[in-house]
């Protein structure tokens, strides 16, 4: 078996609408029944019990070695994780000689699949070992590194729903919707309406407070530090308990609340000075929830829980936390609903507040802290409570996402309840966020799901606006070229822009752009 050629269909194409693989396998003669020959079937199987069918569906006759490699690269996708089910082997007019189509979610890993799949059945034909465990481990590690994250995948989704293209342009977060002067961008869950001024005051937290008090909006009090020493002088003034972070952070890094001694404040300036200049604020007793603001509408909230074990009367906690971390829904970054606990300084110095040790084992019942902040970055679990926040918390949310000028934005609050008013409870807004993370209302660790991805494209696109633009192809042997002008003559006399492709070059409203023979896929590509 020879393949001698793999590409990448990607988009619609002459065997569906999935994006898939496409492979020419040319089988020998005395190749093409090796897929009958006893044993084959029976070694293959054992090595990859989760083949499935060989056959496709009223195939009758001898099966060839393509036919089996379409199975094996189709089912080590799906073993993997990811959402694929299309595959086709179609013969051609030379005898031995097929055309093998795979559907994949991300083109890495379906040019990956093909390579293990031949690697496997070459290890079935001459009977040696082949480690099927190790292979779907790798699919699975490189589809978690160039999938698109739970965040920009939900706004994506809601655009293919909403029938509107779409197209990464880096190998990370940022994509383009629609196509031409009716294309948006985006950045993970960040739009490019969004002013570079309104992210830089979201990054600088004193800065932010400063606007959202002369707006009227509650805040904690606070200011930057230099040293540990200004620090405790800062704690003082304000007074007990105070919160200790990085001016410019994200994600909970470097956050440690709750702060009541000195030695508790030296360790969290040490873990906050590791990720820039450190700030003091006064610590505001009750829940942490995260708002989510779109445009001029709250969206969705939560409450998020810090990272805690529950005692057993048997287990130390670091056991416990071992335990917990076993969850699958647990794993390392973004890539899961929730993110793995950890157990660091700042968690060991927490539980000393409560008079623990790593190896100790709580009562069973007991409920130990590992952290006061709850962000999920850093292990933390999300309850929704969006049909709980009362009309004045909402507003409250909204002016500070105006305030600092953010379309999307995160908005924390601390309060004891979303159910009144922020100024009844002594609660405030203690920071505002941009490209706000989304996990915590996709799939909330407890409640109903969000479905926020539709609101951002519904704020990215008016209502019925795909983002398309009419598009006419021209395909033949003689007189594309002059078919294309004359067809773009034709539009722009109706007064509209026009963008050509052509063997002579790359036009838009009558400018050429590039020379040369333009007529391929990719000029076309960058015309959209």
């Not at 097929?98 to 699949?113: D, I, L, N, T, W």
Request: net charge negative; hydrophobic share 40%; proline share 5%.
């Amino acid at each position: 078996m020879e393949v001698s050629r793999i590409r990448a269909l990607r988009g619609p194409n002459l065997w569906s609408r999935h994006t898939a693989i496409e492979a020419i396998v040319t089988c020998a003669v005395d190749e093409r029944a090796k897929a009958e020959i006893p044993g084959f079937e029976p070694r293959l199987r054992a090595l990859f019990p989760a083949v499935g069918e060989l056959r496709p569906r009223g195939y009758v006759g001898n099966i060839s070695l393509a036919h089996v490699l379409e199975r094996v690269a189709l089912a080590l996708q799906a073993q993997a994780g990811c959402p694929v089910t299309f595959s086709r082997t179609s013969s051609t007019l030379e005898p031995g000689v097929f055309q093998v189509v795979v559907e994949y979610s991300e083109e890495p890993v379906g040019r990956k699949a093909f390579e293990l799949a031949l690697a496997l059945i070459d290890a079935a034909r001459h009977d040696t070992a082949f480690d099927v465990a190790a292979a779907i481990a790798e699919l699975r590690d490189t589809d978690e590194d160039v999938r698109l994250g739970p965040s920009t995948g939900a706004i994506v989704d809601a655009a293919v729903a909403r029938g509107i293209p779409y197209r990464r342009l880096t190998e990370g977060s940022l994509v383009q919707f629609g196509w031409g002067s009716r294309q948006r961008r985006i950045q993970a869950a960040e739009v490019d309406s969004t002013s570079a001024v309104a992210e830089s005051i979201a990054q600088d937290k004193d800065l932010t407070k400063l606007l959202l008090r002369s707006a009227g909006v509650p805040v904690p009090l606070g200011r930057p530090v230099t040293d540990p020493d200004d620090a405790w002088e800062a704690a003082l003034e304000i007074g007990l308990p105070v919160v200790v972070k990085p001016q410019d952070g994200n994600q909970g890094k470097g956050v440690t609340v709750n702060i009541v001694t000195r030695d508790h404040l030296d360790i969290a300036y040490k873990a906050a000075a590791e990720y820039g200049e450190v700030m003091v604020e006064k610590f505001l007793p009750g829940n942490d929830f995260r708002l989510l603001v779109v445009g001029d509408k709250l969206v969705a909230a939560a409450r998020r829980d810090p990272p805690q074990v529950i005692g057993d009367g048997e287990h130390s906690v670091r056991q416990l936390v071992d335990i917990v971390n076993q969850d699958p829904r647990r794993g390392e970054g973004h890539a899961t609903s929730l993110t793995k606990i950890r157990f660091d300084d700042i968690a060991v110095a927490r539980l000393k507040v409560q008079h623990l040790e790593p190896d100790s084992v709580p009562v069973k019942g007991q409920r130990v802290i590992l952290r006061n902040n709850a962000n999920l970055s850093t292990g933390g679990t999300a309850t929704d409570v969006t049909d709980d926040v009362h009309p004045d918390v909402a507003a409250r949310a909204i002016e500070a996402a105006q305030m600092v000028g953010l379309h999307i934005c995160g908005v924390d609050v601390v309060c004891e309840s979303v159910l009144k008013p922020l100024e009844e409870q002594s609660g405030g807004i203690v920071e505002v966020n941009a490209a706000p993370g989304l996990r915590m209302h996709l799939s909330p660790s407890y409640g109903k799901g969000r479905n926020v991805g539709e609101a951002m494209v519904a704020n990215l696109f008016g209502p019925g606006d795909d983002g398309r633009i009419p598009v006419v192809a021209v395909t033949g042997t003689n007189g594309k070229t002059t078919t294309a002008r004359l067809i773009a003559h034709i539009v722009a006399g109706s007064g509209m822009r026009i963008g050509m492709t052509n063997t002579d070059g790359v036009y838009v409203n009558g400018r050429q752009i590039d020379s040369g023979d333009c007529s391929g896929p990719r000029s076309a590509r960058n015309v959209l």
